[in-house]
Every structure is written in C-alpha cells, then in structure tokens.
C-alpha cells in the first residue's frame, strides 16, 4: 500500500486542478468585412499575457491566466481578443518558499495549452488563420516580475 508521507512524516507535495473555467471572452473583427480581404503582408500582432492567484481557502487557490491578443496592420487593428482563463487549484505539502513558484510558473503552464486553444478557435470563427500563440516561458515571467517588485521595494525604501 502507498504510504503519502515521506520519512521525515511530512505529507508529499500535490497539485491537482479542481476546476478550469472562461471568465471573459471577447473578440472584436472592427472592419468586417473588409478586414477579411486578402492582405500583401501580415498584420504585426502583440500579445501580452498576466498570472494572477488568489486563495480560496489554505490548499485552494483561484489562477488567472490573461491574454491580450491585438493585429494591427498600420494604426487600423484588423482584430482585438482578450481571454481571462482560470483554474482552480489544490496545492498541498509544497514548503512555502515554493508556493509562489507552483501558483506563478506550474498552473499557468497547465492552463496554457487550453487558453491557447480557444484564441486559435475564436480567431478562427472570427474569420482569420487561428492565432497560435507560441510557448511561454512562465518561470521567465516570475523571475522578472520578483525582480521588478524588488526594485519597486527598493525605490520605496530611500529615504526622501
């Protein structure tokens, strides 16, 4: 039988989604039907993507996966999406210095492949090629946001 301790009698670190869910979704084609045309070249795409967790309970917490997805083709946007995909998590036996590495890097990068999923599914029932969009380094997200808040907290402590 399977015994969930380890030896030192600590329960060994689990993560499980509960849930995965949209909580907003929205696609705007601005120029239909004219931005359908065949075009001579590519419109230039941006993409922003932000994790957001919040607790629900001691082992529960609420992920939020957001992307932003607009084409341009000069200062017309051809088409603009927004998806806020989320997951609800059970993070249980993870020492704590490792709990915001597991809620920013690991459950962004089980939600992903579903949130990229539907932007290339409503791009395309919007009319265009799916939007793929490419792989993201989470980890290389947390890192600079860690560094970005250790600045910020370094800029508010000298003294005026």
């Known amino acids: 039988m399977a015994d969930d301790n380890n ?19 929205s696609f705007e084609n601005p120029g239909a039907p004219r ?3 065949a075009r001579d070249k590519a419109p230039a795409i941006n993409i922003n993507v ?5 607790p629900l309970s001691e082992t529960d917490f609420d992920v939020v996966l957001s992307l932003i997805a607009e084409a341009k083709d000069g200062d017309k946007t051809v088409f603009h999406t ?22 920013f890097i690991e459950c962004p990068r089980m939600l992903f492949p579903f949130a990229r999923q539907i932007i290339a599914d409503v791009t395309r029932n919007g009319g265009f090629p799916p939007l793929m969009i490419d792989p993201i380094d989470f980890a290389q997200m947390f890192a600079q946001r860690v560094a970005e808040e250790q600045a910020r907290s370094k800029v508010q402590a000298v003294p005026n």
């Open 82 to 103: 927004e998806l806020v995909y989320g997951g609800v998590f059970r993070v249980a036996g993870f020492p704590q210095e490792h709990m915001l590495p597991v809620l």
């Open 7 to 25: 030896s030192n009698g600590a329960t060994s670190p689990t993560l499980s989604i509960l849930a995965q869910y949209v909580k907003d979704l």
């Open 35 to 37: 931005s359908l045309q």
């Open 50 to 54: 932000n994790v957001n967790a919040n």
